[in-house]
């Protein structure tokens, strides 16, 4: 399948010229080759204005010149800050390393910008033509292809193939319009050319955070976190571009008449809200999580996981949603009229979340995963699809699956109503899936719950149709089991409607499980922990369907099917302090004093089991985080005081080395030294990872390995090895960055003075 481009838009991309001069404060009126009366004038009067292009000189634009291959590719890597070292590898014989386009050329091949001229040649030096060019166009702004747009210009005949798609589709939205009735495909294309073509195809770029509101009848592109769009109508594509990163971007009321492109965004996440309505949503983020949340009524059509794009979460309301990529992981965490995986992404994943469900699920792709926790009307697997895995999750349906495929797996402890095979050898159904009625109308025997089940002769429902034999009841651990696995994959649900704290996922703890609260921002009020976490909470549970009274620490009993249990349980846990306790009372007053016990009495198949959840509350505060690392780090001073004097204020760590150990070496004391400075630093429970200066993170069991330490050290960036003396690290400091378990980074400056300059 073709590569989408992953590289920032073409509008950014191209903002400087050939030769770029810099230039400050240009005026289109500096440049002598530029007049009011010539075609181009306006637009590079806009170009220059808002600093996407330059001059070739103080006083000339050179609108006429042409751009070489290599230098049209050159300007796009440069203004997506590609990173030249990743991208060494050769693509094209004529590309050598060394030359200042080459990583550029390579990064523009990896990722399907181009293509080569044939014969393994990127032919660098060539100029670049109107038809090569206004492809690499039409492929950065994700353009649908229309050939039948080229009908507008005669010489229509003479586009390559390859071009006629994004010329015809350029044509048909407005961005292209050609000269005299020509597309002159062929010919070179120059400064002014390009410059216009990107002025009638771009109009706003929101490039910082806030709200938004202005229709536009072009392309619009979003290039920062935070950006809020509302109540807008773009006729063109919209576009949500690489810089913004994984930050969020909000549509409230945003109607796009093309195309909403997905190339950035996180997993707390891209939101499209009230009177929103999109016909196609292309998701290609390149790497991380995204999350797209359909809210308030919304309307989307049609999503489409592309290529580059590998987790993605779908919450809300759309009709269809279509998995092209072979590396996706695509989760459908609402409802979905539609889902197709076609037979180009082999291997994929799709997961339907408990609470979710699908209408129609088909599958033509080879060795797709399908896992079900919610519901499916209907899934098929098709003659394709050979080696599919279909895993149904207890308390997970699906109403009807069909398959023709070959080595088709089906696991797991949920229903599947009805089986029909119509070919395919090699069909396993697992003895824990339980299935309502199996038909086999294919050529050869399946195996259901251990059993054969022969083709159906067509004798008027002989051989071919069983029923399997009942599946005994759940036990009490599998029961727990899947109970903990719907709670932690709602965990992140819950984290999406908080910004004071973080959950973990439940550990196993004695008979129940402990979920950690990590506490950003203490003065958050009980009130609002209620009203957030346990709203999501509530709907956890009532949406399992097993669980038929809770308990939220003494108050006992609350039953789920009761009208006002919401209000019961945000009730109990506000008083759960005791009287002294109220909607007011903040977490910093819960902090390490109290934990909250959540006990879930339920029932399945006839078995009863109760589940505790007991929920501890830690302070990851910035100010708590610091004054605990340096109670840390200052209470060494006892070990490492023949050495150096330490000393700490806020998360600035001072290191006082003694004029007596001046001349130690880092080698001679590193393990007396380094080692516990390091560990004082990042050995807390609550942080995943420890990263110094420029060297790689470390976990905290690589923390206590002493090569790894070391390396660390000696790569952090002070220039420290093993025969540096200590007084050679004065005036040097490192950041040494740590990451709570839910992802918050804390930065602490380590730094070193020698006693005898010391101020």
Known sequence: MKKKILAMLLSVALLAGAIPVTASAASVEQFSDVKARDWFYDAVEYAVSNGLFHGTGETTFSPEQSMTRGMFVTVLGRKSNVEQSLYTEQQFEDVKAGQYYAPYVNWAASNGIVNGTGAGKFSPDAPITREQAFTLMGRALMVKENEAGTAAYSDAAEISKYAKGYIGGMTAAGILHGSNGKCSPKSNITRAEVITVVDNAIGDIVDKAGEYQKDSEKSVIVNAAGAVLKDMAVKGNLIIAEGVGSGDVTLDGVTVEGSLVLRGGGEHSVVIKGKSKLGTVLVNRRDGKLRVAVEDGAEVEIITVEDGSDDVRIEGEVGTLIVENTEAAVEVAGSAGKVEVPETAAGAQVKVAEGASVGTLNVAAPKTNVEVSGSVSSLTVQETAEAAAVTVNAAAAVSSMTSAADKLN??????????????????????????????????????????????????????????????????????????????????????????????????????????????????????????????????????????????????????????????????????????????????????????????????????????????????????????????????????????????????????????????????????????????????????????????GALTKEELKDAVKLTAAVKGCGLGVAGTTKLSQLAGKSIDVVLASNAGKTYTFTLSFVNETTEA
């Open 410 to 695: 089906v696991d797991g402890k949920g229903t599947v109503q009805n089986l029909t095979v119509t070919g395919g050898e090699g069909v396993v159904v697992s003895g824990d899936t339980k299935v309502s009625n199996v038909q086999n109308k294919g050529d050869d025997s399946i195996l259901v719950g251990g059993e054969e089940v022969k083709p159906d002769t067509g004798s008027g429902g002989g051989g071919g149709t069983v029923t399997p034999p009942v599946t005994p009841a759940p036990t009490e651990a599998e029961l727990k089991k899947a109970l903990l696995d719907k709670v932690n994959s709602e965990i992140p649900g819950v984290n999406g409607v908080m910004s004071y704290a973080k959950l973990s996922a439940a550990e196993a703890q004695g008979s129940g499980y402990a979920v950690s609260v990590e506490v950003y921002e203490p003065s958050t009020k009980l009130s609002a922990v209620a009203n957030d976490v346990l709203a999501k909470v509530i709907g956890i549970v009532k949406n399992y369907g097993q669980i038929e009274t809770l308990d939220v620490a003494s108050t006992t009993g609350i039953s789920l099917n009761a009208a006002d249990c919401d209000q019961k349980i945000i009730a109990a846990v506000k008083a759960w302090g005791g009287s002294g306790w109220n909607g007011d009372t903040t977490l910093a007053d819960v902090v390490g004093k109290a934990d909250l016990t959540l006990t879930l009495h339920g029932a399945s198949g006839g078995t009863s089991y109760t589940a505790s959840y007991t929920l501890s509350f830690q302070d990851m505060s910035e100010p708590a985080l610091q004054q605990k690392v340096a109670a840390s780090f200052t209470g060494l001073g006892t070990s490492v005081g023949e050495f150096a004097n330490l000393s700490a204020e806020g998360a600035a760590l001072k290191v006082t080395v003694k004029t007596a150990a001046a001349n130690k070496t880092v080698g001679e004391v590193y393990d007396k030294l380094f080692n516990p400075l390091i560990t004082a630093v990042g050995g807390y429970e609550e942080f995943k990872t420890v990263r110094l200066g420029d060297s």
